[in-house]
């Protein structure tokens, strides 16, 4: 199993984003596909993530409203879309799948995709 991230990049405050995560391998029926982001000397955090056979999501309080989390099934890949970017965005966004039970558990989940950078500029 492999994931690819991509899609980060530099922009400005307010810009948007849509970053990509291709899935090959197996697939996940029951697992939960999800967005870490880390910021320079900070820890990694939970971003968004989804349940891949219910497409139900769950956000991050803070950044409910501006992150939204999609799929496409049959392309295998999952999609973050970031509106109003602000400068605190700035962070390598990972993708990843697991049986987590807590969306936010970075110990549970399995997969993990090696990283897109973006950084947002004020």
């Known amino acids: 199993v492999q994931l690819q991230a991509s899609g980060g990049g530099w922009v400005q405050a307010g810009d948007s984003l849509r970053l990509s995560c291709i899935i090959s391998g197996r697939t996940f029926g029951n697992y939960i596909m999800s967005w870490f982001r880390q910021a320079p000397g900070k820890e990694r955090q939970f971003v968004a993530g989804?349940?891949?056979?219910?497409?139900?999501?769950h956000y991050v309080d803070s950044l409910k409203g501006r992150f939204t989390m999609s799929r496409d099934s049959a392309k295998k890949t999952v999609y973050l879309q970031m509106n109003s970017l602000k400068p605190e965005d700035t962070a390598v966004y990972y993708c990843?799948?697991?049986?987590?039970?807590?969306?936010?558990?970075?110990?549970?989940?399995?997969?993990w995709g090696q990283g897109t950078l973006v950084t947002v500029s004020s």
């Open positions: 989804m349940g891949w056979a219910s497409g139900n999501t």
């Open positions: 990843t799948v697991g049986r987590a039970r807590t969306w936010d558990a970075e110990s549970e989940y399995t997969y």
